[in-house]
């Protein structure tokens, strides 16, 4: 079974220019998270998505981050424009939360760099 | 509110020791679970164990066990006998079985180096 996809693995941007980050969930997981990771943190969640409603996008600095998720399935992360504190790992998560304990499977992530 | 504390940054061990990662967590919800992910330099989080609140037992895995302690908030992973494989970030986090359900909170986690 293939798990979390994402790409690119890596992105080196400009300041103020945009950026877009792409993830594939596990075939059948209707959940979808995006996490950032500061460099020695733990990951923090962005948004969360079950199937195509964002259910918790409390944490996602909407002035410059946009996330969609057509169709339930895949999902795309914006940053526009970037600055250089964005710099940091984005994961992209599933699951499926029919029952509330299931675990979550994440995928290589992103490594992000603005300078 | 919801917390996840893993008081050692770093850990270093001579291979063949056994190893102990802490984690004490603070939540309000009554059913939550806990979990333990690796990190290895890759970058991916692999996914360990999953606990809910209502099951204290401890639970072992070939060298890796979990002591999940109610009364005192803590879900503490040993490793034992280490190998250099096991190097890498160990991060303990707590999901909410509430409204934030699904919504994992991590510690900082606990970089282990495993030297031969």
């Known amino acids: 079974e293939a798990g979390v996809v994402q790409s690119p693995r890596y992105k080196i941007i400009e300041k103020k220019q945009p950026v877009a980050f792409w993830c594939n969930p596990i075939?059948?997981?209707?959940?979808l998270y995006w996490y950032r990771q500061n460099l020695g943190q733990g990951p923090e969640l962005l948004i969360r998505y079950e199937n195509e409603e964002a259910v918790d996008d409390s944490q996602l600095p909407k002035d410059r981050f946009s996330a969609e998720r057509l169709k339930g399935v895949d999902s795309t992360l914006k940053i526009q424009p970037a600055e250089l504190g964005d710099s940091a790992v984005y994961l992209c998560?599933?699951?499926?939360?029919?029952?509330?304990?299931?675990?979550?499977?994440f995928g290589q992530g992103t490594r992000l760099t603005v300078v | 509110a919801q917390k996840v504390t893993q008081a050692q940054t770093e850990i270093s061990v001579v291979e063949k020791e056994d190893v102990t990662l802490d984690c004490v967590y603070e939540t309000r919800d009554t059913t939550y679970y806990l979990f333990w992910y690796k990190q290895p330099p890759s970058g991916e989080l692999v996914f360990l164990i999953r606990?809910?609140?209502?099951?204290?037992q401890n639970e072992i895995s070939g060298r890796y066990s979990w002591n999940f302690q109610k009364s005192t908030s803590s879900f503490n992973f040993t490793i034992t006998a280490s190998q250099v494989v096991d190097s890498a970030v160990y991060f303990c986090?707590?999901?909410?079985?509430?409204?934030?359900?699904?919504?994992?909170?991590f510690g900082q986690g606990t970089e282990l180096s495993v030297k031969p």
């Open positions: 998560a599933s699951s499926f939360l029919d029952k509330r304990d299931t675990e979550a499977f």
């Open positions: 606990r809910n609140s209502f099951d204290e």
């Open positions: 075939s059948g997981h209707n959940t």
């Open positions: 986090a707590l999901s909410e079985a509430g409204n934030q359900g699904g919504k994992l909170i």
